[in-house]
């Protein structure tokens, strides 16, 4: 292992361990409370965040393995895979309190082979090894439109680009893009065996003709995306729970994926990852959805606990993830999920909120942490706090605040080793009526 990977896991298993001694403080708070101010509470009963109740709790839904997975086995030397097993292995290494491992099952090209019935039962076995009180383990599988002859990049061809589905502990049924052909198909299939779906990783793909002059780049007129949030509703029984929001994916660029696919070998290819704002415009147009950040971890490049989801959870099981999935009460994390809260009375994220209330956003973080924290909606940032002035307990009257979605995103001052890209917290929103 790399010096530089030895000191990005070192990072992480210390930032672990500050997170679980914060749950353990909130907990202990609580408790103080529930025994020795029943009066307080009840008179300052706003000032008190609904959270506090709940377990927090933080993992990735999003990981592939050489098990089932066609695009999970190193080709290049210094690469490492890993087998479903061992992905969960890493990712309770890494402290994780949940994870699901969802493979591709089937090939995006000609013959779209399919992993075997073997492989398959070999990723559920894998998650069915962990206790619940270890690490909570789901596993379900990435389902891919797409199967047209230009893959990539056929705005025309029907391209719902690829979902992510988990399953219910205990089913081994899936439905894959030859015979759920749709995201309301999909949606349908979801509905009938308990099951969610989160939008994978939305980006947009750019067509560039190689003699075009770079520096005439936003000139281009040719952004095409793909239908990621073309279905619906929110699906039957509001399945669709929520979008991957970044920050960032790679960005992919070269001529390697176009000529085999698409016929036109002249043309490169270049990807965009507009994740906040795809997911802004699909909550502009009236879809639920929580914020969720997960690694797609295939190979070691990305570490555990990079990209994570937190979600609020009335109970520590595979049941009340899923509810807290369903109700989207989420955090969407890039390194060291930040302690923010954003609730009015009750109500927290994912709720419906009548504008004649105040709004609470509380944000406890460490001195020097924080470059910015905003409270946004669609295309729109309502109020923003710069640094140490970020850290508080803030209310803010809803009056003035157009119906519609709002969330806190705060970008923290840490940069990880890796990537470079800065520490940065999404939180689900909670809709203003
Ligand atoms: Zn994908
Ligand atoms: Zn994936």
Known sequence: MPLSMMTVRLKIIFLKSVWQLRKLFFLSVSAFYLVFVPVVVSAQENS???????????????????????????????????????????????????????????????????????QWHKVIASAQRYRPEDMITFYGYEWGSSMQSCYWLDADKKDYGHRVVILPPGESRYCLADQCRTPDELARFMAKVGAVGITAHPWRTLIVDPKFNEQKRDSLPAFLSRNYFDYRGNGQDDVWIGAEVGPDFYSISGQWALSPICEQPKLRLDTQTVTVPEWEDALANGKWLAAISSSDRHFDFIPFGLRTTVVFAKERSHQGIMEALRARRTLAAYMMPFNVELYSGSAMFGDTVDKSKMLSIKLDADSGSVEEMQLNRPGETIRSWKGDNAIGLFRIPAQDIPSGPVWVHIIGTEVDDNLHLQRTTITSPIWLK
């Open 48 to 118: 008190i965040s609904p959270y506090s109740r709940l377990f927090k709790l933080r993992g990735d839904l999003h990981i592939h393995s050489k098990t089932a997975s066609f695009d999970s086995i190193c080709l290049s030397p210094g690469c490492r895979s890993f087998s479903a097993s061992e992905q969960f292995t890493e990712a309770y290494q890494a402290g994780l309190d949940f994870a699901a491992v969802t493979e591709h099952l089937r090939h995006p090209l000609p013959p779209y082979k399919k992993a075997s019935e073997q």
